[in-house]
T-cell receptor
Framework: SQKIEQNSEALNIQEGKTATLTCNYTNYSPAYLQWYRQDPGRGPVFLLLIRENEKEKRKERLKVTFDTTLKQSLFHITASQPADSATYLCALDWGSYIPTFGRGTSLIVHP | DAEITQSPRHKITETGRQVTLACHQTWNHNNMFWYRQDLGHGLRLIHYSYGVHDTNKGEVSDGYSVSRSNTEDLPLTLESAASSQTSVYFC?????????????FGPGTRLLVL
């Protein structure tokens, strides 16, 4: 079965630095991959989507890469701010139109 | 603005009771989903629906049921609540017209089964 791995340890970084979060998967590459943000006590909120034939997507300070050879997606937040502190989930869809979510990685940006 | 709402936001119930969690969306989306989120497990799919009168089981459907009588609502019923069903429940919807399906989530319902 497909597995999705996100680092369970929180990522602590200083304000202004670039945060990089990792999402690894096994077996087959998904048709597309999404990243969501979740704040405590709230539902996930969609951030970015990248398709299997795309290498990189950007939106303001956010960048997602997708490497089907490494079976990995990287999520970058440049010039990070304390307000970026949250849990970030990756979600993969292998063509069923139902994403499977990773467990998420907590990001803590220190002022 | 379109939105997706859940009620109640918090619920305490006793083992063996029937509980229904409501989910209502005004996006006019075809697809609706129920997830539970627990520490160490992430989001797990309970049930989903591709449209009116359509329902499907997800990864952890035992002890849960749903029905879809209109586009806007997908209530989740716990037939006989168990302590193992203590969790945070999220409803989500997506367009369902094909292609990449971004999900829109509700605020969640925190359920405690005593």
């Amino acid at each position: 079965s497909q597995k999705i791995e996100q680092n369970s340890e929180a990522l602590n970084i200083q304000e202004g630095k670039t945060a990089t979060l990792t999402c690894n998967y096994t077996n087959y590459s998904p048709a597309y991959l999404q990243w969501y943000r979740q704040d405590p006590g709230r539902g996930p909120v969609f951030l970015l989507l990248i398709r299997e034939n795309e290498k990189e997507k950007r939106k303001e300070r956010l960048k997602v890469t997708f490497d089907t050879t490494l079976k990995q997606s990287l999520f970058h937040i440049t010039a990070s701010q304390p307000a970026d502190s949250a849990t970030y989930l990756c979600a993969l869809d292998w063509g069923s139109y139902i994403p499977t979510f990773g467990r998420g990685t907590s990001l803590i940006v220190h002022p | 603005d379109a939105e997706i709402t859940q009620s109640p936001r918090h619920k305490i119930t006793e083992t063996g009771r029937q509980v229904t969690l409501a989910c209502h969306q005004t996006w006019n989306h075809n697809n609706m989903f129920w997830y539970r989120q627990d520490l160490g497990h992430g989001l797990r799919l309970i049930h989903y629906s591709y449209g009116v009168h359509d329902t499907n089981k997800g990864e952890v459907s035992d002890g849960y049921s749903v029905s879809r009588s209109n586009t806007e609502d997908l209530p989740l019923t716990l037939e006989s609540a168990a302590s193992s069903q203590t969790s945070v429940y999220f409803c989500a919807s997506s367009d369902g017209t094909g292609g990449a399906e971004t999900q829109y989530f509700g605020p969640g319902t925190r359920l405690l089964v005593l």
